[in-house]
T-cell receptor, first 116, second 113 residues
Framework: GAGVSQSPSNKVTEKGKDVELRCDPISGHTALYWYRQSLGQGLEFLIYFQGNSAPDKSGLPSDRFSAERTGGSVSTLTIQRTQQEDSAVYLC??????????????FGDGTRLSIL | SQKIEQNSEALNIQEGKTATLTCNYTNYSPAYLQWYRQDPGRGPVFLLLIRENEKEKRKERLKVTFDTTLKQSLFHITASQPADSATYLCALVKDTGRRALTFGSGTRLQVQP
């Protein structure tokens, strides 16, 4: 497909379990972003990858959250020992030349994560 | 602290009228401001970008203004249609240290037929 793809679309898990969320960006996009959106809230920045540079992890809320991007393409966001407050929609976006703030971001439809 | 504020109350208007949404920010000096549309259960979709040295930008029925003195952007949809019903988000680049966008919480627009 031509857009950003995220999987799974929904994930329900028990508190304390680890989860992995996947993002396939648009081909050729060098920048990749992860955001979190809680019900009725705006998007909260989590982490940003640009090419081969060190990722900007300044938005990760705790050390239970980590992300990697392999081969400059697919990215995985991992949440360890999930807590109920981690319940949210996790959105991934990609853009061309992420260092330029004038580039529009293209979003996937997110993974809706529910922690029981 | 840095804040982006959008009216959290839903905006209800009649079809054919002009919808005006507001985005206010404090303690930012953004170089760019972007507007996105988000439908329920979907990711945001980019609509328009306006630069700090631009007062106004248009795209079909959409118009965005950017007043860096007032620290405000207005987003207008003319001749609104029920299909325009969605949540509209404004977003700024926070500062030079981070290149990801910082989003407002969005305003939900409902266009009544």
């Amino acid at each position: 497909g031509a857009g950003v793809s995220q999987s799974p679309s929904n994930k329900v898990t028990e508190k304390g379990k680890d989860v992995e969320l996947r993002c396939d960006p648009i081909s050729g996009h060098t920048a990749l972003y992860w955001y979190r959106q809680s019900l009725g809230q705006g998007l909260e920045f989590l982490i940003y990858f640009q090419g081969n540079s060190a990722p900007d992890k300044s938005g990760l809320p705790s050390d239970r959250f980590s992300a990697e991007r392999t081969g400059g393409s697919v990215s995985t966001l991992t949440i360890q020992r999930t807590q109920q407050e981690d319940s949210a929609v996790y959105l991934c976006a990609s853009s061309l030349a992420g260092g330029l703030s004038n580039q529009p971001q293209h979003f996937g439809d997110g993974t809706r994560l529910s922690i029981l | 602290s840095q804040k982006i504020e959008q009216n959290s109350e839903a905006l209800n208007i009649q079809e054919g009228k002009t919808a005006t949404l507001t985005c206010n920010y404090t303690n930012y000096s953004p170089a760019y401001l972007q507007w996105y549309r988000q439908d329920p259960g979907r990711g945001p979709v980019f609509l328009l970008l306006i630069r700090e040295n631009e007062k106004e930008k248009r795209k079909e029925r959409l118009k965005v203004t950017f007043d860096t003195t007032l620290k405000q952007s207005l987003f207008h949809i003319t001749a609104s249609q029920p299909a325009d019903s969605a949540t509209y988000l404004c977003a700024l680049v926070k500062d030079t240290g981070r290149r990801a966008l910082t989003f407002g919480s969005g305003t939900r627009l409902q266009v009544q037929p």
